[in-house]
């Protein structure tokens, strides 16, 4: 499921990064969700350990839909690392492209925002 964001609802999520308060990584050290590459054997199981601190955050989605935006080069953000969001990024953009043309050309109407139970599904 690909989550599109209303500006109103954008700018909440992301006013004065009230989340990051809720964050189950500022329990750990920052060094843990920025591994020194991403393919050697090192790289993978720490962003594997990464991957788990965001599993059990509160808002990964937050997080994910953050990085999505802010677009930093590198760490493990919502539980996703630097290639798994520019596919992300890559599919949104397919999507959005298939809406137009099927609308013909005009903008499709704003999905609505799933509930949390199906915004912790699709991630």
Sequence with gaps: ML????????RLLFDAG????RAACRETGPELFF???????????????AEQVCARCDVRLHCLTYALVANP??????GLGPSERRALRRARRAHHEARTERSG????????VPDRAA???AL
């Design 119 to 121: 915004r912790s599904a």
């Design 105 to 112: 050309g005009e903008e499709a109407a704003a999905a609505p």
């Design 35 to 49: 591994p020194a590459g991403e393919r050697d054997e090192a790289a993978v199981v720490q962003g594997a350990a």
């Design 73 to 78: 080069e590198d760490g493990i953000w919502g």
């Design 18 to 21: 009230r989340w990051r308060r």
């Design 3 to 10: 989550l599109r964001l209303e500006p109103r609802r954008a």
